[in-house]
């Protein structure tokens, strides 16, 4: 390449540093390019021009506007360098990359430079990188769209809200809410649809993303002017770069129900298992009714017919010797004992009636469902009357004492609960029998009630064998029983759990000791939540 500055040996030492420049540039990865006013090049220098096309290789004395005339960009560059401004581009000089500087030489519009960079290898990275991040963005944005189908299919409701205003929901959602026109919720304040003692919770932020809240089982409002029975959980989310949080809804109504279904079944389930021991209660006395009503009927007959004896004598003069007849008649149908047992016999007979009447009662009483809300029941009376329903489990076993306190109504619904007094009955009864020594001596069952705090507390307890430690843990899990096949299900103290807990917010425990026994206890609140 040739340049405008002789570089021979009568070079003079101003001139020297022109030699140190052309030296430098025939080594670095550059080309220098000075052109005057008219766009003529004054300088070409540089390693890299041997890359450059044979149509864009510049040369000292040519003119830039017939070497660039196909090259736009180079054109504009130097142009605009010569009116005293700045560029910079990038383009291919022949098969490399090269970032090109146009600047300014000297006075305005006198003179222009550029220096031209080797950026091949560079671009190449470049690029790879961007394809690596296009192919990045594209899979994100597929994994979005897949993500977002995902939750649009969860057979569980999704809404997500920021500041209580509703961004976004599934279709679950939109299904189980009755939002039959999904657009006129957007923006809409989802605390508006749950109780107002919900709200103020629902309203706050999550204090940070994966802060999770459970608001447990809500009545949630629905777009058709109902509402339904939801289980309402929510997560702190980033939802399009900004805090949010993800409502997650599962509709519990259709679980409620058949959980009330299954309330129901094992009520006539124990009702049926209670069936034999509970006829042979009414039988007994049904049949001393029966047995006394027979007297009665015998003894009447036997009166009346001494009646008319005694008549027919008496229609002629008294005398000895019909006296003497009718005291001969009268021992002959035992008179005396007709009128000494008749009276007992009626007494026999009300009292059977009545024991008949209170097992009638008792059983009606345990069985009725009862309502949907709760009511103020007496729990002395509920005790009393499951422990007549239940006496065919314990009679044979262990007698019932019952310590009953002053204690108020609760309110409850009395059906669910009489189901749990049964069970842990029936629990006592067993565990009492399951003893080996209890086969000789019958065991004791204690029935208390009181009232500890604001609460009041029914304790059943038993002198069973108690519970061994290593399944305590295990005593509420479903289908866990320790009897055998056709004597238990698991099922008793799975309920009660549920009842006394969820559906009265209450309390049940228990204490046990090994040999000694064990007592149950059921806490509930004097005031309904």
């Known amino acids: 390449m040739g340049t405008g500055v002789d570089s021979g040996a009568g070079t003079s030492l101003v001139e020297r540093p022109f030699d140190l420049l ?50 736009p960009e180079l054109l504009e560059g130097f142009e605009k360098a010569l009116i005293g401004q700045s560029q910079r581009c990038r383009t291919y000089l022949g098969e490399r990359v090269f970032d090109l500087q146009f600047s300014p030489v000297g006075d305005v519009g006198v003179r222009a430079c550029c ?99 459970r608001f447990g089982e809500l009545q949630v ?73 027979q007297f009665l009927a015998q003894s009447v007959a036997d009166m009346a017919t001494y009646l008319a004896y005694c008549e027919q004598l008496l229609e002629g003069s008294s005398s000895e010797e019909q006296r003497s007849k009718l005291d001969v008649r009268k021992d002959e149908l035992d008179i005396a004992f007709v009128q000494g047992e008749s009276p007992k016999a009626a007494q026999n007979i009300l009292e059977g009636v009545s024991r008949v009447a209170k097992i009638v009662a008792a059983m009606k009483g345990f069985a009725h469902p009862g309502g949907a809300e709760k009511t103020l029941a007496d729990l002395n009376r509920a005790l009393e009357t499951t422990i007549v329903v239940a006496t065919s489990e314990w009679k044979n076993l262990a007698e019932v004492k019952t310590e009953f306190g002053d204690i108020p109504s609760v309110p ?30 019958m065991g004791l069952i204690t029935v208390r009630t009181y009232v500890e705090s604001s609460m009041v507390v029914v304790a059943i307890a038993d002198d069973g064998g108690g519970i061994p430690p290593a399944i305590r843990d295990r005593v509420y899990d479903a289908f866990f029983t320790t009897k055998e096949v056709g004597r238990g299900t698991g099922q008793g103290l799975a309920l009660a759990r549920r009842v006394v807990v969820e559906q009265h917010h209450g309390q049940i425990d228990f204490t046990s000791e090994v040999g000694k026994g064990t007592t149950f206890f059921v806490r509930l609140p004097l005031q309904s939540s």
């Open 22 to 71: 052309h030296e430098a540039l025939q080594h670095a990865p550059l080309v220098l390019l000075v052109i005057d006013r008219a766009g003529a090049f004054l300088l070409v220098e540089g390693a890299s021009l041997a890359s450059w096309s044979a149509g864009h290789t510049p040369r000292v004395g040519e003119s830039m506007y017939e070497l660039f005339e196909s090259s």
């Open 115 to 213: 220096v031209a960079q080797d950026v091949t290898e560079q671009a190449e990275s470049d690029r790879q990188r961007i394809e690596q991040q296009l192919t990045s963005f594209e899979q994100q944005r597929r994994l979005t769209a897949d993500l977002r189908a995902l939750i649009e299919s969860l057979p569980l409701g999704v809404v997500v809200t920021r500041a209580d205003r509703i961004l976004f929901f599934n279709l679950s959602a939109r299904n189980c809410l009755r939002w039959s026109e999904p657009s006129a919720y957007l923006g809409q304040e989802f605390s508006q649809f749950v109780p107002l003692a919900s709200r103020e919770r629902l309203g706050e932020q999550p204090d940070g993303a994966a802060a999770s809240t």
């Open 221 to 293: 409002a629905t777009g058709d002017g109902s509402s339904i029975a939801a289980d309402l959980q929510s997560v702190g989310i980033e939802f399009d770069g900004l805090p949010a949080r993800l409502l997650s809804i599962r509709d519990v109504t259709d679980v409620h129900r058949m959980e009330q279904d299954l309330r129901q079944a094992q009520r006539l389930e124990a009702i049926g298992r209670l069936a034999a021991g509970i006829a042979h209660e009414i039988n007994t006395p049904i049949q001393f009714i029966g047995d006394n009503a």
């Open 412 to 441: 409850c619904h009395l059906g669910e609960l009489n189901q749990v007094f049964l069970n842990l009955l029936v629990n006592a009864a067993h565990a009492i029998g399951s003893g080996g020594d209890r086969a000789r001596s």
